[in-house]
């Protein structure tokens, strides 16, 4: 196998004669990214590019651009880069979140918890999973049921395979927020919810799969670097996602209650010094009235 003029040796291939779930996409295969417990302990591409000294070590990260078709302008596209990373193109972060993977096979994290709008949605899993071969956001059906009865306040919507809400503005929807490993991350409306005029499709799903799935809505929020070697997910805000609404947010929130509080306190103890000051002289010149002068004793 030759990748990039330099050949893998020894990689082991699986033969498919059909995929039933990309006839419309050209392609001559599919790439694993997961563990080799997934694949009966054979090497990975990963793997066996990093044993062939290709690349420095056995990682990977994933940059899912926004460009739509018919649009005009140019955006930066989807992309792969094998045993490292581009921080500074593919985000504006400064350095990335590290989350810890834990024994599976999969890409799977902890899932702390789900919030939305600072209200926390009850779960019924603490697993979430990476994947980027599905373009939804997919949950156990109760976890789902809960979030879209959080998610649908103020629209009208019905529940297909999907749920469709009638809307005129992305911003009417919340912000999902992921606590993953204890650290919180973001999905915006406009990653999780395709907008076709004034009808929303909301981009989440059930299945019994008994974890949550994170697909393409939440990989296209975040630029993700793979550490198979460390068992390790970093994550940082891709370039190419929308800016996460402060005001939806419960960190802001609170952050804008204990300014304003702050705030309050300054001025109340800079109004009382400065009116100290002003009265100070005012006092003086009665207290020298009311003096009584010395009379020198004869």
Not at 280 to 285: G, H, I, L, Y
């Given at each position: 196998?030759?990748?990039?003029?330099?050949?893998?040796?020894?990689?082991?291939?699986?033969l498919?004669?059909?995929?039933?779930?990309?006839?419309?996409?050209?392609?001559?295969?599919?790439?694993?990214?997961?563990?080799?417990?997934?694949?009966e302990?054979?090497?990975?591409?990963?793997?066996?590019?990093?044993?062939?000294?290709?690349?420095?070590?056995?990682?990977?990260?994933?940059?899912?651009?926004?460009?739509?078709?018919?649009r005009?302008?140019?955006?930066?596209?989807?992309?792969?880069?094998?045993?490292?990373?581009?921080?500074?193109?593919?985000s504006?972060?400064?350095?990335?979140?590290?989350?810890?993977?834990?024994?599976?096979?999969?890409?799977?994290?902890?899932?702390?918890?789900m919030?939305?709008?600072?209200?926390?949605?009850?779960?019924?899993t603490?697993?979430?999973?990476?994947?980027?071969?599905?373009?939804?956001?997919?949950?156990?059906?109760?976890?789902?049921?809960?979030?879209?009865?959080?998610?649908?306040?103020?629209?009208?919507?019905?529940?297909?395979?999907?749920?469709?809400?009638?809307?005129?503005?992305?911003?009417?929807?919340?912000?999902?927020?992921?606590?993953?490993?204890s650290?919180?991350?973001?999905?915006?409306?406009?990653?999780?919810?395709?907008?076709?005029?004034?009808t929303?499709?909301?981009?989440i799903s059930?299945?019994?799969?008994?974890?949550?799935l994170?697909?393409?809505?939440?990989?296209?929020?975040?630029?993700?670097?793979?550490?198979?070697?460390?068992?390790?997910?970093?994550?940082?805000?891709?370039?190419?996602?929308?800016?996460?609404?402060?005001?939806?947010?419960?960190?802001?929130?609170?952050?804008?209650?204990?300014?304003?509080?702050?705030?309050?306190?300054?001025?109340?103890?800079?109004?009382?010094?400065?009116?100290?000051?002003?009265?100070?002289?005012?006092?003086?010149?009665?207290?020298?009235?009311?003096?009584?002068?010395?009379?020198?004793?004869?």
């Amino acid at each position: 196998m030759i990748i990039a003029d330099k050949t893998v040796k020894n990689q082991d291939f699986v033969l498919a004669k059909k995929l039933s779930k990309f006839n419309d996409l050209p392609t001559d295969g599919m790439i694993g990214l997961a563990f080799p417990e997934l694949s009966e302990n054979m090497n990975t591409l990963v793997q066996s590019m990093a044993d062939a000294k290709i690349i420095k070590s056995a990682t990977f990260s994933l940059f899912f651009g926004d460009n739509d078709y018919g649009r005009k302008e140019e955006k930066e596209s989807s992309a792969i880069i094998f045993g490292g990373n581009n921080i500074k193109k593919y985000s504006n972060d400064n350095g990335f979140v590290e989350i810890n993977v834990f024994f599976s096979g999969f890409w799977s994290v902890i899932l702390t918890r789900m919030e939305i709008n600072g209200e926390q949605v009850k779960i019924s899993t603490r697993t979430a999973i990476f994947d980027s071969g599905i373009n939804l956001l997919i949950g156990p059906p109760s976890d789902v049921l809960n979030v879209f009865s959080k998610v649908q306040k103020g629209n009208d919507c019905v529940l297909s395979d999907l749920l469709i809400c009638e809307c005129k503005d992305l911003n009417d929807f919340p912000v999902l927020e992921f606590v993953l490993d204890s650290k919180r991350f973001y999905v915006n409306p406009k990653e999780y919810i395709a907008k076709d005029k004034n009808t929303c499709y909301v981009l989440i799903s059930s299945a019994r799969v008994g974890v949550w799935l994170l697909g393409n809505p939440f990989l296209r929020s975040y630029y993700t670097d793979y550490n198979m070697d460390r068992r390790i997910i970093s994550l940082a805000r891709s370039s190419s996602a929308s800016k996460v609404h402060p005001e939806k947010s419960a960190f802001w929130l609170i952050m804008l209650i204990i300014l304003s509080s702050t705030l309050t306190i300054i001025i109340g103890v800079l109004a009382r010094y400065f009116y100290l000051k002003r009265r100070e002289p005012r006092v003086q010149p009665q207290n020298e009235e009311r003096m009584i002068p010395l009379v020198p004793l004869t």
